[in-house]
């Protein structure tokens, strides 16, 4: 499995983003992408996830209202739609996939087996 992110970028506060990530090598539909962040000296954090099958969404407290993931089955792409960006957002932004991933792990980085190489999102004031 390849995992292509592209979309990030530097904005002002208030700004919108909207990050893709393009896999492929894909032989079954039962499987999750996530967005995950890592600001510099922390934890690499999560950020959104979508089950493929359903679209079920999971999305953090911390940008709830604000990003919107969504999915294009044709292209087996997702994409995280980014509003009202924070200084606090500035990140670098993986996608990762996990396969047959139940509810309650699909907010743990330790459940996706594939990441991408991560995007840049920079957020200034």
């Known amino acids: 499995v390849h995992l292509q992110a592209s979309g990030g970028g530097e904005v002002q506060v208030g700004g919108s983003l909207r990050l893709s990530c393009a896999a492929s090598g894909l032989s079954s539909s039962d499987w999750t992408m996530g967005w995950f962040r890592q600001a510099p000296g922390k934890e690499r954090e999560f950020v959104s996830t979508?089950?493929?099958?359903?679209?079920?969404?999971i999305t953090a407290d911390s940008v709830k209202g604000r990003f919107t993931i969504s999915r294009d089955r044709n292209k087996n792409t997702v994409f995280l739609q980014m509003n009202s960006l924070k200084p606090e957002d500035t990140a670098l932004y993986y996608c990762?996939?996990?396969?047959?991933?139940?509810?309650?792990?699909?907010?743990?980085?330790?459940?996706?087996?594939?990441w991408g190489q991560g995007t840049q999102v920079t957020v200034s004031s």
């Open positions: 990762a996939l996990g396969r047959r991933l139940i509810m309650s792990s699909m907010r743990s980085k330790t459940s996706y087996t594939d």
């Open positions: 979508i089950r493929w099958r359903d679209g079920l969404t």
